[in-house]
């Protein structure tokens, strides 16, 4: 397995004259392939939602194609809004006719007349690069009326995405292109069945749909052929606290090792400690766990996820105490309220982490612990409360040693005698 030079969506990065490539694979598609073969391709293909939750896209796609109502939608979520995560504005701001294709792709083979893509707002480089290649497309005749004569019509809009992590969830996503608060709602009913406007609408993020015309260009069984049987195809990583740090396609199934050592360049710092695999959403893993393949199986079996693919590397001189605790400011902050769970078992979990990082932990920290883990992790209407409870249980069992030091006043790295006399 080559993870280093497998490339499927960037393999056309860097060279202008195949920008426009993907369009061809439109064109094949609108005049010799019917709806339902593609949407039969790409269940074939295997291919996951590369949002964070993994979802098979194939089945997404058969659901929003069988609603019967003369009106559907599609959506590219581009909002990104866990911090480190940049894999889709790279897709959009140097690949957006890849980006684009796949939705024009999609639309047809659901029926969806109508589409926007949902970029973070503060992207704005890769807003205009979409704007720019949606005006290209334009001009070719791939959007509008009738396109390509196929009697297939599509329009295209880009719209810019409320502020925070929640507004990224797809049914808030959907709330804030309707003009509400982004704030996620209640499943079922599911988007595919009464998504925007309640009309049957097809969410999927921007890397998902990327893959769409490499798949379409090349068949089911050529992409079933690269990653694993769990993940097939390749999975674009955003690696932060590595030599070399950045977005790189990489083969499912890569071993973690690979990846850090063999693309990333090492840690930046001074060996490895801790390991976010997927992102503030992922839960820790210790070196032990080096070798694990990057699927969602597999991490899913080590207590961790793929999530958003977003790699967080911490040395040997990080205080995991400290690294939960921004962790948790985090999703304090962002925390939409809707839940109680989440609502206050991320709060709880950002003030007993700086009660034990500031040294103001009282004798029963461990029991109020509990206490919260008791409270979180369960089904919300959004994944922020479980990735918050998954991080914190993560750290405190894989570094136990750490947090009793702070429960003694022993973390030479964090006390000393002029703050705790």
């Known amino acids: ?58 089945i997404k796609w058969r659901a929003v194609a069988q609603e019967l109502s003369d009106i559907k939608y599609i959506v590219a979520n581009g ?14 701001k140097h690949l ?36 720019a290649a949606l005006d ?29 992590y929640v507004a990224g969830e797809e049914t808030a996503v959907l709330q804030f292109i309707e003009g509400k608060p982004a704030m996620p709602r209640a499943k079922p009913p599911y988007p595919t069945t009464k998504g925007l406007w309640e009309k049957p609408t097809l969410v999927n993020n921007v890397e998902t749909l ?54 990333g360049g090492g840690p930046a710092g001074e060996g490895i400690k801790a390991i976010l695999p997927g992102g503030y959403a992922s839960a820790f893993l210790g070196t032990d766990d080096l070798d694990v393949p990057l699927e969602y199986g597999a991490l899913r079996e080590r207590g961790s996820s793929l999530g958003c693919a ?17 962790v948790m400011q985090f999703a304090a902050a962002e ?32 029991q109020q612990l509990e206490g919260v883990f008791s409270l979180t992790g369960r089904k919300t209407l959004c994944g922020l409360d479980k990735a918050a409870s998954a991080v914190m249980r993560s750290a405190y069992r894989l570094f136990a040693d750490e947090f009793a030091q702070h429960l003694r006043f022993t973390c030479e790295s964090c006390y000393s005698e002029a703050v705790h006399p």
């Open 1 to 58: 397995m080559s993870s280093v030079h497998k490339r499927v969506l960037l393999a056309d990065l860097g060279n202008p004259d195949a920008s426009l490539r993907p369009y061809e694979t439109v064109k094949h598609v609108l005049r010799q392939v019917s709806p339902a073969d593609v949407v039969r391709c790409i269940a074939d293909s295997g291919l996951r939602g590369r949002g964070g939750a993994g979802f098979p896209a194939g």
């Open 79 to 92: 909002a990104e809004g866990e911090p480190g995560t940049y894999k889709d504005r790279y897709l959009m």
């Open 96 to 131: 957006p006719h890849l980006v684009i294709a796949g939705m024009i792709i999609a639309a047809r083979a659901v029926g969806a007349r109508k589409g926007y893509i949902y970029i973070h707002h503060e992207a704005e480089d890769c807003m205009a690069a979409i704007r």
């Open 136 to 164: 290209e497309a334009r001009r070719l005749g791939y959007l509008g009326e009738d396109i390509l004569g196929s009697g297939f019509s599509l329009d295209l809009d880009v719209h810019m995405a409320g502020v925070g």
């Open 210 to 263: 990327a893959n769409v015309e490499p798949i379409l260009r090349n068949g089911a069984a050529w992409y079933r052929s690269i990653g694993t049987a769990d993940t097939p195809g390749t999975i674009l990583m955003s690696l932060n606290g590595v030599r070399n740090p950045g977005v790189y396609e990489v083969e499912a199934g890569t071993p973690l090792r690979e990846v850090i050592y063999g693309i």
């Open 310 to 326: 977003t790699i967080h590397l911490f040395d040997k001189n990080a205080c995991m105490v400290e690294v939960a605790s921004k």
């Open 335 to 366: 925390t939409c309220g809707q839940c109680f769970p989440c609502r206050k078992g991320t709060r709880e979990f950002l003030k007993l982490s700086l009660d034990l990082e500031r040294g103001k932990a009282g004798e029963d920290w461990e």
